[in-house]
């Protein structure tokens, strides 16, 4: 991506993890979208977790063509969660954003995430709605902003609101982001995005900021929970074990060694019971908006007639 130097300085230094695995087909798309978005000043990091296919020919290709990336393949696979958190270890910006080989960011959105940064030193992390996608086909939005005053109290509104973890892909404070621990857990993007909303504020954009594909190891609860090295039930039981996280996480991360001991309880049962509201039906609860409803997939039969009757 060829930018302006005098530009690029006006700008603090952008990082961009893209962790990948046999994402051939995929990542051209992902990549060229953070191109798209026009920010002069990035730093892309690539982490090939040791891909079978020609992953690396093509990501090769890309770093000769632009000075920006940096291209690192894995000696062998380390697991999904480790090659993020290789990523983010990685990272050089003041900003940080993980974006999914198979994931799209919406063009010029990067540049109003940092204006916004800048401007308000009390928010840790950005984000436009996340539009989800089921293959090609529109299911539905996330968006959720987290201002209040104390951090115990917005540790808990993010888990009572979470649904999807969307928000794992917007931008952070970089310093604070690598403070925060990752777990080798179920939900383990929940509970890092509820330690930076202890960190700091949190603000979602009324605008689309990215697009997220529903699938892969995280599409399905059980292969998922599997590839974590969970035990059998966590399959089954998500939330349960995504509850017992978060109130563990309190106990655990050295981010909340100031809390007092009562404090530290206390908000650790509300997180508890916050996660736990989320065995209810979607339109039992207060905190879901309709175009938030999770949509199921269509029959592939049924969104071919549709399409034929659009045009």
Known sequence: MATNNSTSEEYPLLSIGVPT???????????????????????????????????????????????????????????????????????????????????????GVLTRYVDFLEANREYSLVSGKIRYWVGDVFSHFEQKTIEHVSPARRFVEY?????????????????????????????????????????????TFDYIGYNKHLGGSSGHWARYAKSLGEPFWVGKFPMVKIALDAFRELYRSPVF?????????????????AVMYKHLPQEWRHNIKKEEYYKPPRPKTEIINLREAEH
Request: glycine share 8%; net charge neutral; aromatic share 12%.
């Open 21 to 107: 695995y046999n994402g051939a087909k995929r990542i051209h798309k992902a990549l060229n979208s953070i191109w798209n978005s026009g920010y002069p000043n990035l730093e892309v990091i690539i982490c090939d977790n040791c891909s079978t296919d020609n992953t690396q020919d093509i990501c090769e290709q890309v770093a000769r063509e632009h000075p920006e990336v940096r291209y690192i393949r894995h000696k062998e696979n380390l697991g999904i969660l480790r090659n993020f958190e290789f990523a983010l270890e990685q990272a050089k910006g003041q900003y940080f954003m993980w974006v999914a080989d198979d994931d799209i960011v919406e063009p």
């Open 159 to 203: 888990y009572l609101w979470v649904r999807w973890g969307g928000l794992f892909h917007g931008l952070m404070r970089c310093d604070l982001a690598q403070k925060v621990p990752t777990r080798k857990v179920y939900g383990n993007d929940w509970h890092f995005v509820a330690t930076m909303a202890y960190l700091g504020k949190i603000k």
């Open 257 to 273: 060694d100031d809390m007092p001991g009562l404090k530290k309880f206390s908000t650790g049962v509300l997180a508890f019971m």
